[in-house]
C-alpha cells in the first residue's frame, strides 16, 4: 500500500511539473510574440515615418531639406500644380520637353509651368489639364496644349497608378507610404545627393522642367537614322494607329477639355515631328490614316471658340532641318525657341477648313518628296 501511495505521490509530482513546464512554455511563447509582433511594428511604423518626413513624391508638402526633383511627372503633378506659381500651363507628351521655362515667359509674356508627360495618353494629359484647372480656377487664364497623335490612340493611362496623389483624401495613403516606387524614390534623392552627375543636377533646375535636352543627346542626320534604322528593323512605329482609341479619346477626352471650359483660353498646336517619322509611317502603310486624323481632329477643333489652332507638323523650315532632331519625333530646344516665337507671330495659325486641307496635301507631298531620300539614307547612313 506504502509503495502504491509513493507512486501514485510521484506520478501527481511529475505531471503537476509537467503542467508547470508547459506554463512556463507557453509564457515563453506569448512573451517572444509579443517581442515579434513588436518589432514589426516598430519596421512598419518606422518605414511610414521615413516615407512621411522624407515625402519623395509630395504628397504631403514639397520638400524642404532638398531640391524640388522634376522626374516623376504623374505622381507629383498634383503637388507641382498646387505649390508652383504660374498663370500660364503648357502641356504635352515628350514632344514638350525642350520648351524650357524661361523661353516660355520670355516669348508669351508669362510666369509658366511646363509637363512633359513622355508616353503620356490623352487620358493623362486631360488628367492634368482638369486638375490644374480644379485647383487654379479663375487664375488660371490660359493653357497651351502640345497636340500630337501619339496619345490620341493609346488608352491605358499611367497616372492610375497614382491616382491616390489626385485627391486630397487621404484614405488611402497606406498605398503611398508603403509603395515601393515611394522607396525606391528615397533611395534615388540619396543617390543624387551622394553622387550627383550632370543628367541628375538638371531635373532639379526649374528652368530645365521634364527637359533632357541636356541628356548628352546628339543631334543631326547621323542621330535620326540610328534612331530611323532601329525602329524599321523592329517595325516600331512612332504613332501606331488606333480608330477606336483614337474616336473614344476625341470624344471622351480631347473636346470635352474644351467645350467643359470655356472660360481658358487654350492654345493648341501640332508639334513637329521630323518629316521621317511620317516617312516610317508610310514605309509601315500607316501615314494615310494617321493624316486623316489629324485632319479631322484639327476640324473639330476649328469649332471651338476657346482654341487657337497651329499646325507645325507641315512647316518644312522645322520638320525637314536634320540639326533639330535627335531622332525622327523628337527636336531640340532651339526648334522649341523657333515654335514659339511662330505662336507668338501667328504664322503657323489656322483658323479655317481649307488652311486644313492645304496643309493636309502640304505634308502628303513632304512625305512624297522625301521617300526616296528616306530610303537612301536608311540604306546608307549606318
Known sequence: MKE??????????????????????????KTWSKIVIAAVAAVIGGAALIAFVVDPLYRYRMPFFYKTVYHEIYATAPA???????????????????????????????RSLKFAASGGTMIDLKKMVDTAIEIKGKNLKRIVFSLDIYPLNKTKPHYKQFDYMYTESHAQDYRYLFSRQTFSTILYLIKR?????????YQADRNRMFSTEYDGKPYG?????????????????????????????????LLPMFDNNPDVDFTVYLAPYHIYTYCQSEQFNEADALIKQRTQVMLE???????????????DS?????????????????????????????SNRITTPEEVHANE???????????PVYYKHLKEIK
Open 80 to 110: 507641382l500644380l498646387k505649390h508652383e506659381k504660374f498663370d500660364l500651363f503648357m502641356i504635352g507628351t515628350s514632344m514638350t520637353r525642350n520648351f524650357f521655362i524661361e523661353d516660355i515667359d520670355k516669348t508669351l509674356n508669362c
Open 301 to 315: 477643333l476649328l469649332k471651338r471658340p476657346n482654341v487657337k489652332l497651329h499646325d507645325f507638323q507641315a512647316d
Open 361 to 371: 496635301k502640304k505634308l502628303r507631298e513632304l512625305i512624297k518628296t522625301n521617300m
Open 221 to 253: 542626320l547621323q542621330a535620326v537614322m540610328s534612331d530611323a534604322r532601329s525602329n524599321a528593323e523592329t517595325h516600331h512605329t512612332q504613332t501606331p494607329y488606333n480608330k477606336e482609341a483614337h474616336q473614344k479619346n476625341l470624344r471622351d477626352e
Open 4 to 29: 502504491s501511495h509513493r507512486m501514485k505521490k510521484e506520478k501527481i509530482q511529475n505531471t503537476l511539473l509537467y503542467i508547470y513546464g508547459l506554463l512556463q512554455k507557453e509564457c515563453s511563447c
Open 318 to 346: 522645322i520638320v525637314l532641318c536634320h540639326d533639330y532632331f535627335s531622332d525622327v519625333q523628337h527636336f531640340s530646344r532651339e526648334a522649341a525657341q523657333i515654335v514659339l516665337k511662330k505662336l507668338v507671330s501667328g
Open 193 to 201: 545627393q551622394l553622387r550627383p552627375s550632370g543628367k541628375r543636377k
